[in-house]
Every structure is written in structure tokens, then in C-alpha cells.
Nanobody, 115 residues
């Protein structure tokens, strides 16, 4: 079955950077559209970034130019590089299969951005 295990969450100051990782197993990772989503306290889950496994990446307007999604198909790992972090980026970040909000989600990793 699909397994997605995120890591790399932390607490950082505004303007800082973090890289989250997601180890995937149980499905043909190299052929799947993979995404990162997030959920802030009191908010609904939102899609953040996606990679279509054929060289195209997509980003939500709120993170475009600051976040970069990438993948290592040899190791079945999905990454999210987060730069210029803002307090409003504080959320649990999830690795997921597919685009948008459909698909399988991991357990999440907490990212907190505060002075």
C-alpha cells in the first residue's frame, strides 16, 4: 500500500529556509504526479506545489518564487525547499500523491515560522 513519510519540519525565524523530505513506497513513485499540501491551524488543507514526473512543476501563488519542489526517482524521495519563509507559512506540511487535494496523504511534518 502507499506509504508516505515526511521529515524535516522545524521552527525557524521569518526569512529563514527549510527543506522537507518525503520517503515514498508501495507504488511506482517515478511515474506519479506528486504534491505537497499544508494545513494551518484553523484552516482547511491547501495544495502548495506539484511535480508531474515529466519535468513540469506547479506552485500555488502564495509560494511561487520562494518554494521549490523536486524529486529523486532513484531513491523515491520528494523534496520541498522553502526559502524566505513567512509567519503565514506556519502549518503542517504533507506529502501526497496526485494533484490538488485528492490522493493519499502522509502524516505530515510541522513547520513553524516565528520571530
Amino acid at each position: 500500500q502507499v506509504q508516505l513519510v515526511e521529515s524535516g519540519g522545524d521552527s525557524v525565524q521569518p526569512g529563514g529556509s527549510l527543506r522537507s523530505s518525503c520517503a515514498a513506497s508501495g507504488f511506482p513513485f517515478g511515474t506519479y504526479y506528486m504534491s505537497w499540501g499544508r494545513q494551518a491551524p484553523g484552516n482547511q488543507r491547501e495544495w502548495v506545489a506539484g511535480d508531474n514526473a515529466r519535468g513540469r512543476t506547479d506552485y500555488a501563488d502564495s509560494v511561487k518564487g520562494r518554494f521549490t519542489i523536486s524529486r529523486d526517482n532513484n531513491k523515491n524521495i520528494l523534496y520541498l525547499q522553502m526559502n524566505s519563509l513567512k509567519p503565514e507559512d506556519t502549518a503542517v506540511y504533507y506529502c501526497k500523491t496526485g494533484s490538488g487535494l485528492s490522493g493519499d496523504w502522509g502524516q505530515g511534518t510541522q513547520v513553524t515560522v516565528s520571530p
